[in-house]
């Protein structure tokens, strides 16, 4: 059986979002065909990176996990000064390697372990570009190893210190065909092998939208943000849209939050935060909730679209992130807003017609199951990876 090390940021079932889930179920997954490994950090908190798993090797759902301190902790002050600098000189490769470096998390004894122990393994599979795990691990093994990028059409993406790295890998592992198509525009990706891929969904047999209603008190209609609640999720906007829309629409329907704040939840009755829950409770809430709203402007695959779908639920997205309103619009399971006039008329639109409500939630069952159901996908993993020698 080969031997691969799966290498990313963050790796536990604390951590669960982003990339980092992305690693972990495709870990799980692929652990039938390949002996993995996952090297990754001592983190949990990717704003801090403070080193709170203990150092060393553990073993979670059957993945030998190999954890590695963080150096130092994020110093978000000299990362923004940094951050303004390098937007003026992108091209600038000292800025951009101290910008990487205060990015973190920057772990010297990890990337040390990769470069003694590089031919232990038959391949390596790093997880998104953005981070010091994969900007300076990859390098080191270049020949035989593959990217998952997990890319978002955001300034960071065009520094020039990625455009080396973007040329290094042997092969390439895309969520969506936009991410295909803006890695391909900017770096010229597809001179390498890739594959279309993404992520499976795991789907609880059972879900139960009246037991998420009697365990937290929601009543009547709801709409559902699931995610960090952040600036960069386009939170702010969504809020300040959700509440013109009340005051235009007045009624009982309100806005359900779950997920971590990292900025203030506006007070108001409408609007309820659940905070962190199960993976039970975040599907019986989609069962229980009216549709699922995403107002982030940059995203590489929304696994939480792929999940409301599964729930048979509609979504409304942000235009601005070409990769939802792509899945939208192939899926025919949900509706994009360029502005508040558009995100209340297609509200309106999707509360008020119940049938259209059903149409475009089993058209987006049938897309996440053809496309994203895990036989499909441990097959592009396998199909990919013969091409390059490994069986």
Request: with cysteine; glycine share 8%.
């Given at each position: 059986?080969?031997?691969?090390?799966?290498?990313?940021?963050?790796?536990?079932?604390?951590?669960?979002?982003?990339?980092?889930?992305?690693?972990?179920?495709?870990?799980?997954?692929?652990?039938?065909?390949?002996?993995?490994?996952?090297?990754t950090t001592c983190a949990i908190d990717y704003l801090s990176w403070s080193n709170e798993y203990k150092a060393?090797?553990?073993?979670?759902?059957?993945?030998?996990?190999?954890?590695?301190?963080?150096?130092?902790?994020?110093?978000?002050?000299?990362?923004?000064?940094?951050?303004?600098?390098?937007?003026?000189?992108?091209?600038?490769?000292?800025?951009?390697?101290?910008?990487?470096?205060?990015?973190?998390?920057?772990?010297?004894?990890?990337?040390?372990?990769?470069?003694?122990?590089?031919?232990?393994?038959?391949?390596?599979?790093?997880?998104?570009?953005?981070?010091?795990?994969?900007?300076?691990?990859?390098?080191?093994?270049?020949?035989?190893?593959?990217?998952?990028?997990?890319?978002?059409?955001?300034?960071?993406?065009?520094?020039?210190?990625?455009?080396?790295?973007?040329?290094?890998?042997?092969?390439?592992?895309?969520?969506?065909?936009?991410?295909?198509?803006?890695?391909?525009?900017?770096?010229?990706?597809?001179?390498?092998?890739?594959?279309?891929?993404?992520?499976?969904?795991?789907?609880?047999?059972?879900?139960?939208?009246?037991?998420?209603?009697?365990?937290?008190?929601?009543?009547?209609?709801?709409?559902?943000?699931?995610?960090?609640?952040?600036?960069?999720?386009?939170?702010?906007?969504?809020?300040?849209?959700?509440?013109?829309?009340?005051?235009?629409?007045p009624g009982g329907l309100k806005l359900v939050l779950i997920g971590r704040p990292f900025m203030p939840i506006?007070?108001?009755?409408?609007?309820?935060?659940?905070?962190?829950?199960?993976?039970?409770?975040?599907?019986?809430?989609?069962?229980?909730?009216?549709?699922?709203?995403?107002?982030?402007?940059?995203?590489?695959?929304?696994?939480?679209?792929?999940?409301?779908?599964?729930?048979?639920?509609?979504?409304?997205?942000?235009?601005?992130?070409?990769?939802?309103?792509?899945?939208?619009?192939?899926?025919?399971?949900?509706?994009?807003?360029?502005?508040?006039?558009?995100?209340?008329?297609?509200?309106?639109?999707?509360?008020?017609?119940?049938?259209?409500?059903?149409?475009?939630?089993?058209?987006?069952?049938?897309?996440?199951?053809?496309?994203?159901?895990?036989?499909?996908?441990?097959?592009?993993?396998?199909?990919?990876?013969?091409?390059?020698?490994?069986?």
């Amino acid at each position: 059986m080969q031997k691969v090390a799966f290498v990313v940021q963050r790796y536990g079932l604390e951590v669960n979002g982003g990339a980092e889930l992305h690693c972990r179920s495709i870990a799980e997954h692929m652990s039938r065909y390949w002996q993995i490994e996952v090297l990754t950090t001592c983190a949990i908190d990717y704003l801090s990176w403070s080193n709170e798993y203990k150092a060393g090797d553990e073993t979670i759902n059957g993945i030998k996990v190999r954890r590695f301190p963080v150096k130092r902790p994020r110093n978000w002050p000299y990362f923004r000064a940094l951050s303004k600098l390098l937007s003026k000189a992108p091209d600038s490769r000292v800025l951009g390697l101290a910008w990487m470096r205060a990015q973190g998390p920057y772990s010297p004894e990890l990337i040390d372990f990769i470069k003694k122990e590089r031919s232990g393994y038959d391949f390596f599979v790093f997880f998104t570009y953005l981070y010091c795990t994969t900007f300076f691990g990859l390098p080191l093994v270049s020949e035989k190893a593959a990217l998952v990028p997990t890319a978002e059409d955001s300034p960071a993406l065009r520094y020039g210190i990625f455009k080396e790295l973007f040329g290094m890998p042997r092969a390439f592992i895309y969520n969506t065909p936009e991410e295909k198509r803006l890695l391909t525009d900017l770096y010229g990706t597809d001179r390498k092998p890739g594959e279309v891929v993404g992520v499976g969904v795991d789907f609880p047999r059972e879900i139960n939208g009246g037991r998420f209603r009697s365990r937290f008190g929601v009543d009547g209609d709801f709409i559902l943000y699931i995610g960090r609640i952040t600036v960069d999720k386009g939170c702010d906007e969504m809020f300040s849209f959700f509440r013109k829309f009340k005051k235009e629409n007045p009624g009982g329907l309100k806005l359900v939050l779950i997920g971590r704040p990292f900025m203030p939840i506006p007070e108001d009755p409408d609007i309820v935060h659940l905070g962190f829950v199960t993976e039970e409770e975040k599907f019986d809430a989609l069962e229980a909730s009216r549709l699922l709203l995403m107002p982030s402007p940059f995203e590489s695959l929304s696994i939480v679209l792929l999940e409301a779908w599964l729930a048979e639920k509609p979504v409304l997205v942000n235009r601005k992130c070409d990769v939802m309103a792509g899945q939208c619009e192939r899926s025919g399971g949900g509706l994009a807003y360029a502005d508040y006039r558009e995100f209340g008329r297609h509200l309106v639109d999707i509360l008020k017609d119940g049938a259209a409500q059903k149409r475009m939630g089993r058209s987006g069952k049938e897309y996440a199951k053809t496309n994203y159901g895990w036989e499909a996908i441990e097959e592009k993993y396998l199909s990919l990876f013969k091409q390059l020698g490994l069986r």
